[in-house]
């Protein structure tokens, strides 16, 4: 929106020149999101607190101390991410870049469908909400449209196509096979981040340095320039979605401040589901959905042990990979205090995420 101002003033005003660059309006994104969860942040946790008077269920399987320090605690504090997210990206992104919408209605679809997750689990009060094949379904749905207006809006031959890290000019067409690849990395990026959000901070911390990435990914691969010194595939118009990345960092700071440990609020599905949709969508666009395998490493190895756990447990008729999954509670487990799982991750996803940059140049 506040792009406008340099369609109308910028020509006459050196200041308002300033809103035709995607890093100034980047840098713009991050401080208004964060502004937003400063000043919005203790209303809403309120208004949540008032509705949730017995906070998120707590699962009864889960480590012992969780029902102890975290009973009570309310959900939905994605609401908050989300508010900040989308307001500051439609005050500072370009309105008229189909990208753009494409990723916000994956966020907020996805959120949406969180947030009739997280109440269901409210009232039967049960950590079993919306169920599986339903969560799915819905996710397939807006998944899929969003997948065809990034094709339609893709204006070269390469729409369908496949990039691979570390080789210069390998591209595999997909043809139509490139949506359903597109709904598994959208859907799959969504749901890891769902199930790496169990302790205090431990998802959104990975989540800052993954939107970190690919808001630069986003610029990178979107400057010609910059595409070509790279040798990275180049998408018209894929800068704007730096402004976005930059708008989750500031949300998502935002939100570290009441999710710190001990957690003010819980993000819940309405947070988790919609930014791992943000960032599965904004791979597909910029074609690095390898790339975000490897800077969201924590949120794969998180779903990962999910699946070796729930396939181990069927096939050896009740015997346990790990001591509970997601793999972070199996740490709990084994003695590990909160901050030290939650702090260790992030560092991991640092290190995944430097890996993960120096594809750009390792060719």
Not at 146 to 152: E, F, H, S
Not at 332 to 356: M, N, Q
């Amino acid at each position: 929106m506040l792009y406008w101002l340099y369609t109308v003033l910028g020509h006459d005003s050196v200041f308002f020149n300033l809103f035709k660059y995607q890093t100034f309006r980047a840098m713009g994104g991050v401080l208004t999101a964060l502004l937003i969860s400063f000043l919005f942040g203790p209303t809403v946790i309120k208004w949540l607190k008032s509705k949730q008077v017995h906070g998120q269920p707590i699962r009864d399987d889960g480590p012992e101390s969780h029902i102890i320090t975290k009973q009570g605690t309310p959900t939905m504090g994605g609401c908050l991410i989300l508010l900040a997210l989308t307001v500051s990206t439609f005050l500072w992104a370009r309105l008229d870049n189909v990208y753009v919408w494409a990723v916000m209605f994956v966020t907020l679809g996805f959120g949406l469908i969180g947030a009739v997750d997280d109440y269901i689990k409210l009232t039967k009060r049960h950590h079993k909400g919306l169920s599986g094949k339903g969560k799915i379904f819905f996710q397939l749905v807006i998944g899929l449209i969003a997948a065809v207006l990034v094709v339609w809006a893709t204006e070269d031959q390469t729409a369908t196509t496949l990039a691979f890290p570390f080789f210069k000019n390998l591209l595999v067409d997909l043809g139509w096979f490139y949506f359903p690849f597109a709904l598994v990395v959208m859907i799959g990026a969504s749901n890891a981040v769902n199930l790496t959000d169990g302790l205090d901070g431990l998802a959104i911390g990975p989540i800052m340095i993954a939107a970190g990435c690919f808001a630069i990914i986003s610029y990178l691969v979107g400057n010609q320039v910059f595409a070509s010194y790279l040798q990275v595939h180049h998408v018209a118009g894929a800068g704007e979605l730096a402004i976005i990345g930059a708008a989750l960092i500031g949300a998502g700071l935002g939100f570290l401040w009441y999710n710190a440990p001990p957690a003010m609020v819980f993000m819940g599905d309405t947070g988790s589901l919609a930014v791992g949709g943000t960032l599965g969508a904004i791979s597909v666009i910029t074609k690095h959905e390898l790339v975000l395998a490897i800077v969201g490493g924590v949120f794969v190895f998180e779903a990962i042990s999910v699946i070796l756990q729930v396939g181990y447990f069927k096939l050896s008729g009740g015997k346990r990979i790990f001591l509970m999954a997601p793999i972070h509670h199996h740490f709990e487990k084994k003695g590990w205090s909160e901050p030290t799982v939650v702090f260790r991750f992030w560092i991991i996803a640092i290190i995944l995420a430097l890996v993960g940059l120096s594809t750009l140049k390792l060719r």
